[in-house]
């Protein structure tokens, strides 16, 4: 695997950090950076776009160590394995009250990198940093059955994965991961990050959470156990946003639940999420909407199949969660969930009326059941065929 990072990503990253420390009264690495970057403007004008580059990849990758954010996201969710660590700072991350927070958090986590990871540094950079690191590496304890396991996993995962790239997203709407030759084999990560993102290293953890987030739900989709697939999703429009919405927060529970597990900070606190899953699954009882949840979040594994065919039917969430005894068929068919098709015109429906009776005349429910015999109010209906029998019942 061989990470990489976009030359926009890197330029504008290393300007809003070099400029945020400015501001925030530590001059060193930006009046640095600026006895660097300046004089380009003296070489001819083909010339500076390269060396603009040389000098942003120097500053992302080494003397500021951005790209560490992106590696330690991938060790976090396994996508390459955790590599030996070091307590000593790199050389080049001089003694600066500026970067004091980053370098304890450095200090804490710095990685060994291989040579693949520093790739387009200057070389003897590279050799620097690998032999100050490997100088002082410790001993460590030998794995536990169980880090070998995930070891493993995480290395073939890594020799599996052709490429990440990161790329500099354009706004909050555009960021996220995707990935490219799926089908073909030589899955390429295409991660898109706000570069603004990497500007305050107080907000170092949010990136963090940000990058993990977004990683696992590239490793499932990488995952043969996952088993992603492009599938296409039936109805009009406003059903399809409705799944894929309801979809999109499953999946990120499977991601969020998981992450709790192995003690990793989300992007969502759990009690979050349990706030939008309620804003979809109002209808449920409150009792079984929380035993969903729950049910959902110590689930060990889901597919991308079993994700879908939950967020397309209410029938199979509540199959799986609720117990057969707890809530009758009779009462799940009065559950009427955005989306569910009206008993009436079956049409999917958003704009339920759950139960006539407690508005309509008398005469709206008859007009009904002469077209429905066997409807009855607790069945529901939509707003429009509601509206349309009380115009034929002559009440509207
Ligand atoms: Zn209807």
């Known amino acids: 695997m061989k990470v990489s990072y976009s030359a926009q990503l890197m330029e504008e990253s290393v300007f809003r950090h070099l400029n945020h420390l400015e501001r ?55 996508l390459i394995p955790k590599r030996k660590r070091t307590s000593k700072k790199s050389a080049l991350l001089k003694e600066n009250q500026a970067l004091k927070s980053d370098a304890d958090f450095a200090e804490a986590d710095a990685a060994i990198l291989p040579g693949e990871f520093i790739e387009g540094t200057e070389a003897d950079n590279v050799e620097q940093v690998e032999e100050e690191a490997v100088a002082v590496v410790e001993d460590e304890a030998p794995p536990e059955d169980n880090d070998e396991v995930s070891y493993d996993l995480a290395r073939e995962f890594e020799e ?32 898109r990050v ?24 590239a490793k499932d989709m990488v995952d043969p156990e996952f088993d992603y697939e492009d599938a296409f999703i039936p109805g009009n429009p406003s059903v399809k946003n409705l799944i894929t919405s309801r979809f999109r927060l499953l999946w990120n529970m499977y991601v969020d639940a998981r992450l709790g597990r192995i003690g990793v900070v989300s992007v969502l606190p759990k009690e979050a999420r349990f706030r939008e899953f309620d804003n979809f699954y109002r209808k449920i009882p409150d009792k079984q909407r929380r035993g969903i949840f729950e049910g959902i979040w110590v689930t060990d594994k889901f597919t991308h199949e079993e994700l879908l065919s939950m967020a397309t039917d209410l029938d199979t969430l509540m199959s799986k969660y609720v117990d057969p005894g707890e809530i009758s068929e009779e ?35 008859e007009a009904i059941q002469i077209d429905f015999p066997d409807w009855e109010s607790k069945d529901g209906g939509c707003d429009r065929c509601i509206e349309v029998y009380e115009l034929r019942a002559g009440v509207g």
């Not at 990440?164 to 030759?181: F, H, P, W």
Request: overall charge negative.
């Open 24 to 78: 925030s009264g530590y001059r060193s690495d930006y009046d640095e950076f600026h006895s660097l970057a300046d004089p380009i403007y003296e070489l001819p004008e083909d010339d500076r776009e390269i060396a603009f580059e040389k000098v942003n990849r120097l500053f992302f990758m080494e003397k500021l160590k951005l790209g560490d954010h992106v590696l330690r996201a991938l060790e976090a969710v396994g």
């Open 194 to 217: 706000l570069a603004s993102r990497f500007s305050n290293p107080e907000e170092a953890l949010d990136l963090d959470a940000f990058l993990i987030q977004e990683f696992m739900h």
């Open 160 to 191: 599996r994965i052709k490429e990440v790239i990161v790329k500099r997203a354009i706004n909050k709407v555009d960021e996220g991961s995707n990935v490219l030759n799926r089908v073909s084999g030589n899955p390429i990560i295409e991660m």
């Open 331 to 365: 009462e799940r068919d009065f559950i009427h969930l955005q989306g569910s098709p009206c008993p009436l015109c079956k049409f999917p429906t958003y704009n339920w009326v759950d139960d006539p009776e407690s508005i309509c005349d008398e005469m709206v429910l």
